[in-house]
């Protein structure tokens, strides 16, 4: 089971909205709403953002949105804020035996 | 809110056997939760290792899966991960995470809301 793709990094200035995609197949993202994303900061644990493509937990602010078409997922954040900047990873539920894969990560840097 | 706590030797020999357990606190890990294990080598990105339900249940990532052994203690309601035949590809992070369940429609999710804080593991002689 290969890693969904992500973009290695994505830039944007403060205010800003920007869209990290989250690219498989449909055996995994295009075949099930089970995309979720997790931003992380230097050191510190993943924080789920995201869940079945486009709920977000309680707590999780409404400049973080979640869709998907076909076998690609996107995180939007817009409003872009300097606490924002943090790696990115999406996951999803996939059919192979692996039962999760991750993305490759994105690092979010706020200009 | 629930808290997740992994503990264990942060230094293993090649060829040893990783031990690391996951206390969890603030909830009971007989509830409707699947408990995994994730882990992240340096500078690198996310890989799921497996999981395990109170009922002694199991899901392995198949990668790993000759090696590794997810075990739980409900008197102690914590959950452990062990894996054997380690070698320097083994050094990482490792977090334990709850993945989350639906009461309402009674159904397991496929995300992790609880995190621990993840424990660096080293393999060097």
């Known amino acids: 089971q290969s890693a969904l793709t992500q973009p290695a990094s994505v830039s944007g200035s403060p205010g800003q909205s920007i869209t990290i995609s989250c690219t498989g197949t449909?055996?995994?993202?295009?075949?099930?709403?089970?995309v979720s994303w997790y931003q992380q900061h230097p050191g510190k644990a993943p924080k789920l953002m995201i869940y079945?493509?486009?709920n977000r937990p309680s707590g999780v602010s409404n400049r973080f949105s979640g869709s998907k078409s076909g076998n690609t997922a996107s995180l939007t954040i817009s409003g872009l804020q300097a606490e924002d900047e943090a790696d990115y990873y999406c996951?999803?539920?996939?059919?192979?035996?692996?039962?999760?894969?991750f993305g490759t990560g994105t690092k979010v840097t706020v200009l | 809110q629930v808290q997740l706590q992994e503990s264990g030797p942060g230094l293993v020999k090649p060829s040893g056997t990783l031990s690391l357990t996951c206390a969890v606190s603030?909830?009971?890990?007989?509830?409707?939760?699947?408990w995994s294990w994730v882990r992240q080598p340096p500078g690198k990105g996310l890989e799921w290792i497996g999981e395990?339900?109170?009922?002694?249940?199991?899901n392995y990532n198949p990668s790993l899966k000759s090696r590794v052994t997810i075990s739980v203690d409900k008197s102690k309601n914590q959950f452990s991960l062990k894996l054997s035949s380690v070698t320097a590809a083994d050094t990482a992070v490792y977090y334990c995470?709850?993945?989350?369940?639906?009461?309402?429609?009674?159904?397991?999710?496929?995300?992790?809301?609880?995190w621990g804080q993840g424990t660096l593991v080293t393999v060097s002689s």
């Open positions: 079945d493509v486009s």
């Open positions: 449909s055996s995994d993202v295009g075949g099930y709403n089970y």
């Open positions: 603030g909830g009971s890990i007989s509830s409707s939760n699947w």
């Open positions: 995470a709850r993945r989350g369940y639906d009461y309402i429609w009674g159904s397991y999710r496929y995300y992790f809301d609880y």
């Open positions: 996951s999803s539920y996939t059919s192979s035996s692996t039962l999760f894969v």
């Open positions: 395990i339900y109170h009922s002694g249940s199991t």
